[in-house]
């Protein structure tokens, strides 16, 4: 393997934002140690690849029960890294078992071998593992990201390398011994703890074939175009500005309540978090006090008390970030309704913020707002509200909320992006394909196209 450098002084750093105190660092591989690392990662694969279906759903079963069995210990984890609120932290913990639960219970249904009629005596197409996956994962949930990749990856005989998030390396080194602890072979999961330059390093290596990541476009491109370079396999989320669509039919108290729940899950940090609220003139108004109301109601705090519904944001700079974004999008017309402003205080935190009136002119109405601020645009018409919904890059989620369904249905058709939820709040089911078009990335997550993205679909042609 060919690294880029061979970095040793940059570190992982452990911080805790809701008290602007280091907990700890860890300091970043050289290029040896990865090496070895990755070396090891493939024999581990090549033995994994042949075992039975029934062995992969059991240690994955295997998971699950490890992380119910020490949920509040991982959740406690997740919140003292990245600030979500510890209600939060637990939901994603269950979330993860699940998932493997998934896994082990459909993997070998999704992967049987397809029949295919041919001139042959017998043709078929089988599934089989591609290898080694690098997955770069992101922080914000620095679980659920890892295991909704990893689950089918493992259940299809691939093993997994992991590149974290710089600033939640315990979640990153609790991941592995999850994987570890549960069965799986040694090396078949492995952490990497190195910098973000060694990436393209990596996905060159003759160890690796296909890479997935979740993050932030700048990210994905330079990704994408070392996986292009190399030839492999690459699967991208990278993040969203969804739509809320609001027509004039919609039960308002449901769309609302909804509406605050998606907007401000992890205090606003989710890719497909209701990030644009697209309201039409008859209710505009009214939908615009009813979310105040509720928004203003928020508890703000400490995220390890079960009480506080917004923590802070993960970092310092994604709270500049934040801010920046709002200030121009006030000096460009847009009313400040209620917060939008950091509060002073210990942490990162940031209050509960809405935007209305937002214009084209403002960075908001093209860029992704990572934190707890809606905004809210005022269409003039319904065919307004979809001209709007699909004036952005990104198309990761979107939402329609209307009491005639069907129609709301036929709406949801003319929307650029990989899910539509009707009268429901969008969320990742690992039931459900999920990833995004434009320049929310590529390839699916989760359910039978997720298990599929990882493998050689082989053609078998017997005479």
């Not at 997935?212 to 500005?241: D, F, I, M, N, Y």
Request: net charge neutral; charged share 20%.
């Amino acid at each position: 393997m060919q690294a880029e450098a061979t970095i040793t002084t940059m570190s992982y750093s452990s911080f805790n934002p809701t008290t602007n105190k280091a907990i700890q660092a860890h300091a970043s591989w050289d290029d040896h140690r990865l090496l070895q690392a990755l070396e090891k990662t493939r024999d581990a694969q090549l033995i994994w690849a042949h075992t039975s279906f029934s062995q992969r759903a059991k240690v994955l079963r295997d998971a699950a029960m490890q992380l119910r069995a020490q949920r509040d210990r991982y959740a406690t984890l997740i919140t003292l890294e990245m600030g979500k609120p510890l209600k939060e932290a637990r939901a994603e913990v269950e979330k993860c078992a699940s998932v493997c639960d998934y896994y082990a219970q459909h993997g070998e249904d999704f992967l049987r071998a397809d029949a295919a009629e041919s001139d042959a005596g017998k043709s078929y197409v089988a599934y089989y593992p591609l290898g080694v996956v690098l997955a770069v994962m992101p922080w914000n949930f620095p679980f659920w990201q890892v295991f909704r990749a990893a689950a089918p990856a493992l259940m299809a005989g691939n093993a997994l390398v992991l590149k974290h998030a710089s600033n939640v390396p315990q979640c990153a080194l609790a991941l592995e011994a999850i994987f570890r602890d549960s069965g799986f072979p040694e090396g078949l999961f492995t952490t990497l703890m190195i910098a973000v330059g060694q990436v393209a390093g990596v996905i060159a290596s003759p160890h690796v074939h296909a890479v997935t990541l979740t993050g932030s476009e700048t990210a994905g491109r330079k990704v994408a175009a070392s996986a292009g370079q190399h030839l492999k396999k690459c699967v991208l989320e990278l993040g969203g500005s969804d739509p809320f669509v609001v027509l004039h039919d919609a039960d308002l108290e449901l769309a609302v309540d909804t509406g605050v729940a998606s907007r401000f899950l992890n205090c606003g940090q989710s890719c497909i978090a209701a990030k644009r609220f697209i309201v039409v003139p008859q209710i505009a108004d009214e939908f615009l006090r009813r979310f105040k109301i509720k928004v203003e109601a928020l508890k703000l705090g400490d995220p390890m008390d079960d009480a506080t519904q917004i923590g802070p944001l993960a970092r310092l700079d994604l709270r500049v970030t934040l801010h920046e974004q709002v200030s121009d999008a006030i000096a460009q017309g847009a009313v400040a309704v209620t917060g939008c402003k950091p509060v002073e205080r210990e942490g990162f935190f940031y209050q509960p913020s809405i935007l209305d009136r937002v214009t084209a002119k403002a960075r908001a109405w093209r860029e992704e707002l990572f934190g707890p601020v809606a905004i809210v645009i005022r269409a003039a018409s319904e065919e307004d509200a979809l001209r709007i919904a699909n004036e952005t890059p990104f198309g990761l989620g979107s939402s329609i909320w209307s009491k005639d369904a069907a129609r709301a249905e036929k709406l949801a058709a003319r929307i650029q992006a990989g899910c539509t939820f009707i009268n429901g709040m969008v969320k990742s089911d690992p039931r459900l394909p999920f990833g995004g078009v434009k320049a929310s990335g590529y390839g699916r997550e989760l359910s039978r196209l997720g298990i599929h993205e990882f493998v050689n679909a082989k053609t078998v042609w017997i005479r």
